[in-house]
């Protein structure tokens, strides 16, 4: 079974940075684009970013871009998300997911993670 | 960016009746559609993908229909493991992948 376990949540400063971490395990990590997706306290989903099967292309939403970087490691099986010059509206728990489709994307999400909690406050 | 809107925000059903949820597009998302189901302190679940199709941990009773700007999700005879938040999501605009607001389904 499918698993993917986030980690790196906290509290932090405005203007401050965090690295998330989501380990995944029990399929084949390298084939697959991996999203992450957020969630603000009481409110819906917001898609924040993907990286391609390789890491060779990132796509961002535009309320992070220029702010949030993802990364992959494959031979760790290992999704980061490095979050700088955060904002108190970044708050929300962040979740890694996993894209539907093998090697090429399709932007829909099969298998989710728990989640992380990141609150940007002073 | 394409909007999505669901509707009802909330949804009053008792258990065994059918309930109907509503979601809608700014502009066309031909059939890249899916619905999820989330429960509250857990990760959202792939419930519906491609509109109609059924992921496989999920029973017959959850049923999709709709293409281009309008979208309906059917559970048909609802559990009381139901209960819970539906979101829809169009995957059609890539990478502005969007949701709706969401809707609450509770037990009248």
């Known amino acids: 079974q499918v698993q993917l376990v986030e980690s790196g949540g906290g509290v932090v400063q405005p203007g401050r940075s965090l690295r998330l971490s989501c380990a995944a395990s029990?399929?084949?990590?390298?084939?697959?684009?991996m999203h992450w997706v957020r969630q603000a306290p009481g409110k819906g989903l917001e898609w924040v970013a993907v990286?391609?099967?390789?890491?060779?292309?990132?796509k961002y939403a535009d309320s992070v871009k220029g702010r949030f970087t993802i990364s992959r490691d494959n031979s760790k099986n290992t999704l980061y998300l490095q979050m700088n010059s955060l904002r108190a509206e970044d708050t929300a728990v962040y979740y890694c997911?996993?894209?539907?489709?093998?090697?090429?994307?399709?932007?829909?999400?099969?298998?989710w993670g728990q989640g992380t909690l990141v609150t940007v406050s002073s | 960016e394409v909007v999505m809107t669901q509707s009802p925000a909330t949804l009053s059903v008792s258990p065994g009746e059918r309930a109907t949820l509503s979601c809608r597009a700014s502009?066309?998302?031909?059939?890249?559609l899916a619905w999820y189901q989330q429960k509250p302190g857990q990760a959202p679940r792939l419930l519906i993908y491609?509109?109609?199709t059924r992921a496989t941990d999920f029973p017959p009773r959850f049923s999709g229909s709709g293409s281009g700007t309008e979208f309906t999700l059917t559970i048909s005879s609802l559990q009381s493991e139901d209960f819970a938040f539906y979101y829809c999501?169009?995957?059609?605009?890539?990478?502005?992948?969007?949701f709706g607001g969401g809707t609450k389904v509770e037990i009248k």
């Open positions: 990286i391609s099967y390789n890491g060779n292309d990132q």
């Open positions: 502009q066309s998302v031909r059939s890249n």
């Open positions: 999501q169009q995957y059609n605009n890539w990478p502005q992948v969007t």
């Open positions: 491609g509109a109609s």
């Open positions: 029990a399929f084949t990590f390298s084939s697959y684009g």
């Open positions: 997911a996993k894209d539907a489709d093998i090697a090429a994307a399709a932007y829909y999400f099969d298998d």
